[in-house]
């Protein structure tokens, strides 16, 4: 009898078990039909052009298309990431490393060159012909100096205006996201911001930042040409003019983004978990699964959210990474051949060189802030109305 | 901003010229004061443009909702709200009845009012008709309910 009964508790449990784990299977397959279904409708032709204009090394980096890229993140199956960004930055590093000491290199010699005939100048009747040795040898370095600077700054732009094409396709998707989930308030406050960041702040680095770094490294070249032209002050004034526009512009942004973001996130919080609540109260036992039918669909558009979220984040790094690896290792390597040709050469090459690496700094610096700044709209928008929903 | 550049190399290169095609004397003093003040001009020039660029960077670019998207799902969570309604009416022991959800204009999803269809229902009479409504007033959030085809 005591058998028979502990033989049919155990079968009662074994049933209960099954019904629970074939429930969680069931409601398994229908938020990933809900994923499916919600990404089928939400148009990423603007994002997917943007990855699309990647190369390929990038695009593997980031796992592939931008849907696929989602997908495998909502299934645990990417391959992208960190990892792979820091490899192609790492890789990317190395040739340009390669590229800039040709050019120091180049510089170097030139230094070298003027020095010898700085010693033989003192055979020359005149003046004014070591002058014009002096013009020439500093116009050869101001030329290579300059080309391989001008290439930076094509990159800087570039990059610049890339994430000002990601940012606005982005926006409108993560704002419908936000919206579709409930996050009303969240997406009144954050709408403003992120035009704000697309349209003003990203126009203010392109331009105003960005061309006020090429005038003053310009200025700072050609500044050094003649002692009697004296320049320094005027490249010093226009690169603390950009550093100035930039911390302005992105200590604003980042106040606005951070308060919008959290107060709109508490409000809508409220008001989810207020509905939920409500469904759940009414029918104790079978509340949780009952009022899983709002769950999955939001759940859905909450879990592609936060997956594109993550995908963007990683994006920005990726765009931004190689950029400013080739400013920092184009601003060492002229402060190493600064270093290097002011115990021998005319202090106006090390003047030239110093003054150049210290500009590219701001361009570095703008793109960093730009990047930054999208990165946290972006998890701001990410973090917000997940707590009433899941 | 090119061609401003190129002045500058330019005003650059005509002092690096000027010292040295002019004569020792006072005629160089004079000649480099007006070289320094054409200098000032040239790097004074472009200051009126950035200053006009500061009022133009405002951007037009503005971040919209796709409504088409937002009309996509909240269909979806309608379906599933009427589908959990039934469910609901069902574990009541109401079975057979039917759900249509309407939801309120706007950007947010929010029933409003429900409609229930019992006239399929076997065990709905017309006094049931208070606890058919109150169940999905209670499932659903909304504000109001209509019970439609209940029996006598």
Redesign the interface.
């Known amino acids: 009898m005591k058998r028979g009964i502990l033989v049919l508790l155990l079968i009662i449990v074994a049933l209960l078990s099954a019904g629970v784990c074939s429930a969680e299977e069931s409601v398994e397959e229908e938020l990933s039909q809900?994923v499916e279904?919600?990404l089928d409708?939400?148009?990423l032709s603007q994002l997917e052009r943007w990855f699309d204009s990647l190369d390929e090394e990038t695009k593997a980096a980031l796992g592939g298309d931008l849907k696929s890229a989602i997908e495998a993140l909502l299934d645990g199956s990417y391959d992208g990431g960190a990892d792979k960004i820091l490899g192609l930055t790492a890789d990317f590093a190395l040739g340009s490393v390669t590229d800039m000491l040709a050019v120091c290199v180049t510089v170097f010699a030139i230094a070298l060159l003027y020095s010898v005939l700085a010693g033989m100048s003192s055979s020359f009747l005149k003046k004014?012909t070591s002058?014009?040795i002096a013009?020439v040898c500093f116009a050869a370095a101001a030329t290579v100096v300059l080309v391989r600077v001008g290439a930076v700054a094509k990159r800087a732009f570039d990059c610049a205006n890339s994430l000002n094409s990601l940012?606005?396709g982005a926006?409108?998707?993560v704002?419908?996201l936000l919206?579709?989930t409930?996050g009303?308030a969240t997406?009144s406050a954050m709408?403003p911001v992120?035009?704000?960041l697309?349209?003003?702040v990203?126009?203010?680095v392109t331009?105003?930042v960005l061309?006020l770094f090429?005038?003053a490294t310009?200025?700072g070249v050609?500044?050094n040409?003649?002692p009697?032209?004296k320049?320094d002050k005027?490249r010093s004034f226009l690169s603390s003019a950009a550093k100035t526009v930039l911390a302005a512009v992105f200590g604003l942004f980042v106040t606005l983004v951070t308060i919008g973001g959290i107060s709109g996130s508490i409000a809508d919080s409220v008001s989810i978990k207020a509905?939920k609540f409500?469904?759940q109260s009414?029918?104790p036992l079978?509340g949780g699964y009952?009022?899983d039918?709002?769950d999955?669909?939001?759940a859905s558009?909450v879990l592609i959210k936060n997956s594109l979220g993550a995908v963007l984040a990683l994006s920005v790094v990726a765009a931004v990474a190689v950029p400013v690896v080739e400013l920092a290792v184009t601003s060492l390597g002229l402060k190493l051949v600064a270093g290097l040709v002011e115990p021998f050469s005319d202090s106006r090459f090390s003047a030239m060189l110093s003054a150049t690496a210290k500009n590219i700094s701001v361009a570095a610096e703008a793109l960093i802030a730009l990047g930054a700044a999208f990165v946290i709209a972006m998890m701001c928008a990410v973090a917000s109305c997940n707590a009433g929903v899941i | 901003m090119a061609e401003w550049l190129m002045s500058v190399v330019g005003i650059v290169a005509a002092g690096v010229l000027l010292e040295i095609i002019l004569p020792p004397g006072d005629t160089a003093k004079y000649a480099k004061g007006a070289y320094a003040l054409i200098v000032v001009l040239v790097l004074a020039s472009p200051i009126a443009n950035v200053l006009s660029q500061f009022r133009t960077v405002e951007g037009d670019a503005t971040a919209v909702v796709d409504d088409s998207f937002l009309s996509e799902v909240y269909d979806r969570i309608e379906e599933s709200d009427e589908e959990r309604a039934e469910t609901a009416l069902s574990a009541a022991g109401f079975d057979g009845c039917k759900v249509n959800i309407f939801a309120a204009a706007g950007k947010t999803y929010r029933p409003q009012r429900a409609n229930v269809d019992v006239s399929d229902c076997k065990s709905a009479s017309d006094g049931d008709k208070d606890e058919i409504a109150e169940i999905v007033k209670k499932c659903l959030g909304c504000e109001e309910v209509k019970i439609y085809g209940q029996r006598e």
């Open positions: 809900n279904q919600t409708d939400l148009d004014q002058e014009l013009f940012m606005q926006f409108p998707i704002l419908t919206t579709a409930g009303t997406a709408a992120m035009s704000l697309s349209g003003a990203s126009s203010a331009a105003i061309p090429v005038a310009a200025i050609v500044g040409i003649s009697s032209v320049l005027f509905a409500a469904v009414y029918l079978l009952l009022s039918g709002l999955l669909v939001l558009v």
